[in-house]
């Protein structure tokens, strides 16, 4: 089981070169729940507030070698002590103008000497209770800025799951290619563009020849590296504002967007027959498989061969299933 964290204790800062009146005010205080820190002279009590958080000061104001004032001016220079309270202890500098001068230090209160244990009592329960509620609306802060962190991470993380997700909904697992979704959705985008300002683009099938051959022959692996590497061969061989998708299994289509005339589109696909000659290296058992495939590629162009999309899709396949059965 797990034991629940304690929150340390407060501590206070009790200043004075006068051992005792040291002596005094830690009897006094032993009666909070609290820890007292004491310094005998200026530089103990800034060396202190290196180390530790206080919850008050207790500052003689008259010391040998840093007196309280400079002490103070000090501490309220620092970012860390800044906010402090200090209580000067003081049997010297008890008139109005002295009383100011603290005051313009980060002076939040006076005592005189000898101390009164009641009022001392009294005075340090009030900036105790004060640190408390201080140090609380600090960890509730620290703790709504870790939860602000933390669902700031989750959004991020949800967004590029949601990216991630609209990603696989629309593109090939295999070769990361537009899938027939996008595809469509492309081939609408270019119909509507050449529609509207009367330009020019071509729609073309790509049916992988003797791919159930490298599958039989060399098994899956084969297959699927040989579709990876058809996919780039694709991609380089095109221009940037064309689209290459795969439909699923080995079929694959193309759209060129922004074509001259219809040589534009054939010389762009001997480009595509070119790259898909070559033949494709697959490693195998440490040794090294050379797949050589081709393609039945049909054409349809716009709006040469249909001004309307599903026109367009009939003609391209009508096209290669030609080419297909020729041989």
């Known amino acids: 089981m797990t034991k629940p964290v304690t929150a340390p204790r407060p501590k206070i800062l009790a200043v004075d070169d006068n051992p005792a009146n040291l002596l ?37 104001v008259y010391m040998p070698d840093i007196n309280g004032f400079e002490v103070a001016e000090i501490l309220s220079q620092e970012e860390s002590t800044r906010q402090t309270p200090i209580i000067f ?13 603290g005051y313009g230090f980060g002076a939040v209160d006076y005592m005189a000497k000898p101390l009164e244990a ?42 590029q799951m949601e990216q991630e997700m609209r990603h696989l909904a629309m593109h090939d697992m295999l070769t990361g290619l537009p899938n027939r979704a996008l595809f469509m959705d492309r081939l609408q985008s270019a119909h509507h563009r050449a529609s509207r300002h009367g330009g020019m683009f071509a729609l073309v099938y790509v049916d992988v020849d003797r791919f159930k051959d490298v599958n039989d022959t060399w098994g ?42 219809i040589q534009d589109a054939h010389r762009l696909l001997e480009r595509v027959r070119a790259a898909l000659l070559t033949p494709m290296s697959y490693q195998r058992d440490g040794q090294e498989v050379m797949l050589s495939i081709g393609a039945s590629i049909g054409l349809a162009a716009y709006p040469v061969d249909g001004a309307e999309v599903d026109a367009l899709l009939h003609a391209a396949d009508q096209a290669m299933y030609l080419i297909k059965r020729k041989g």
């Open 24 to 60: 005094v005010i830690r009897r006094v205080l032993a009666k909070l729940d609290v820890d007292v820190v004491e310094a005998s002279c200026g530089n103990d009590a800034l060396k202190a507030t290196l180390d530790d958080e206080f919850a008050l000061v207790l500052l003689d």
């Open 89 to 101: 202890v003081t049997a010297t500098y008890a008139d109005d103008v002295h009383r100011l001068k």
């Open 118 to 159: 009641t009022i001392l009592l009294s005075k340090v329960q009030v900036f105790l209770e004060l640190y408390r509620h201080r140090v609380a609306l600090r960890d509730a802060l620290s703790e709504l800025s870790e939860r602000n962190r933390q669902l700031e991470i989750e959004v991020e993380q949800r967004k």
């Open 220 to 261: 899956h692996g084969a297959g699927d590296a040989l579709l990876v590497e058809l996919a780039a061969r694709l991609c380089s061989t095109l221009r940037e504002n064309d689209t290459v998708a795969r439909l699923g299994g080995d079929e694959f289509a193309l759209v060129l967007e922004e074509l001259e005339d």
